[in-house]
């Protein structure tokens, strides 16, 4: 250690020099670094704009999520309120039987049983009667114990569908919310993009296809019939432009895309990329056949179909059409075999 030391010079003169030299050496580099400091990278805009269209992405995936649910909170609605119907009617009758039954216990059935049987000018006769009228009252009884347990029933689902439409308007103001978000990142989006030169422009879009491929041998053949089916839907849609939450035919986001070629092939996938990214068994990406859902980030936030030769047929963002890009153009969460 001691052999890699400097040793201090022991004249006051040179110490001087050194120190001057110090520090016009450092005068210069500050004033060689200034104005590099100042300029912004020339990419930080570019990097903006991803950063928007992901956050947009990740938006639009929650208003696709609140939407399947309030889709499916209708369903439910339309068939409680069946239900209910039904059960109202079946109450209806129920009471309009015991208003009946009760009528003809009045009738029959006013005065005492002692009097009316010394009053009877058929003892026998009377007593025929009372037993029948003895029956109707445990029938009655049956029956409003039956009334009652209907009553409950049906408020019981009146509360659930209440609640269900309580549900329903959150959803909706959810799925609100999020279309709020979405349209406001893809209008930063835009007025970042437009405000790229054309070189830097030109130079962000083949960014995004640029990336490695972590796949390059040839095509595999596809995992099975549907998804051999899934791909022809997905090459037919090449071309048409990205639509924010829509799933076809003319316009598709991500999910959309891979949900309506599935749906061409007789499958039905959930609506977002997450759902589907369980919608199948996971396999390796080095496995990956045509077909195959891609997850992209953590979160797979964006989804994309495994075409073959290292390509992934996807809706990219607002502004591109369908189209192919490489499998590796971000980073890949996992692969879904459906």
């Given at each position: 250690m001691g052999s890699h030391r400097r040793t201090a010079p022991s004249s006051g003169p040179d110490r001087s020099a050194v120190v001057a030299l110090?520090?016009?050496?450092?005068?210069?580099?500050?004033?060689?670094?200034?104005?590099?400091?100042?300029?912004?990278?020339?990419?930080?805009?570019?990097?903006?704009?991803?950063?928007?269209?992901?956050?947009?992405?990740?938006?639009?995936?929650?208003?696709?999520?609140?939407?399947?649910?309030a889709d499916g909170l209708r369903r439910q609605i339309t068939a409680a309120q069946d239900g209910i119907a039904r059960k109202q009617q079946r109450v209806n009758t129920m009471r309009e039987s015991l208003g009946s039954l009760a009528g003809a216990q009045y009738r029959s059935g006013g005065m005492e049983p002692a009097l009316a049987l010394l009053l009877s000018d058929d003892p026998e006769d009377y007593l025929a009667k009372a037993s029948v009228l003895d029956r109707i009252t445990v029938h009655q009884v049956g029956e409003l114990r039956k009334l009652r347990s209907?009553?409950?029933?049906?408020?019981?689902?009146?509360?659930?569908?209440?609640?269900?439409?309580?549900?329903?308007?959150?959803?909706r103001?959810?799925?609100?919310?999020?279309?709020?978000?979405?349209?406001?990142?893809?209008?930063?989006?835009?007025?970042?993009?437009?405000s790229l030169p054309a070189g830097e422009r030109a130079a962000w879009d083949r960014a995004g296809r640029s990336a490695r491929t972590d796949l390059t041998g040839p095509g595999a053949a596809a995992a099975s019939g549907r998804a051999a089916a899934a791909v022809a839907a997905a090459r037919s849609a090449l071309g048409k432009p990205y639509v924010w939450g829509a799933n076809g035919p003319s316009g598709f986001d991500c999910s959309g895309l891979t949900q309506w070629s599935y749906a061409q092939a007789g499958v039905a996938l959930p609506r977002t990329s997450q759902a589907q990214r369980y919608a199948g068994r996971q396999v390796p990406l080095s496995e990956a056949r045509p077909g195959d859902l891609v997850l992209y980030r953590s979160d797979a936030s964006h989804v994309g179909m495994y075409?073959?030769?290292?390509?992934?047929?996807?809706?990219?963002?607002?502004?591109?059409?369908?189209?192919?890009?490489?499998?590796?153009m971000m980073p890949v969460s996992s692969v879904t075999r459906v």
């Open positions: 110090g520090l016009l050496s450092a005068a210069a580099t500050a004033l060689g670094a200034a104005p590099a400091a100042a300029a912004p990278p020339d990419d930080t805009r570019a990097a903006d704009v991803d950063r928007l269209y992901e956050e947009a992405e990740r938006a639009t995936e929650a208003y696709n999520a609140a939407g399947e649910r209907a009553l409950r029933s049906l408020a019981q689902d009146r509360a659930e569908a209440a609640g269900k439409f309580g549900a329903l308007d959150r959803s103001k959810a799925a609100a919310a999020h279309k709020r978000t979405v349209e406001s990142k893809l209008a930063e989006a835009r007025r970042l993009l437009d075409a073959g030769n290292g390509q992934v047929i996807h809706a990219p963002y607002p502004g591109a059409p369908v189209r192919y890009d490489p499998v590796g």
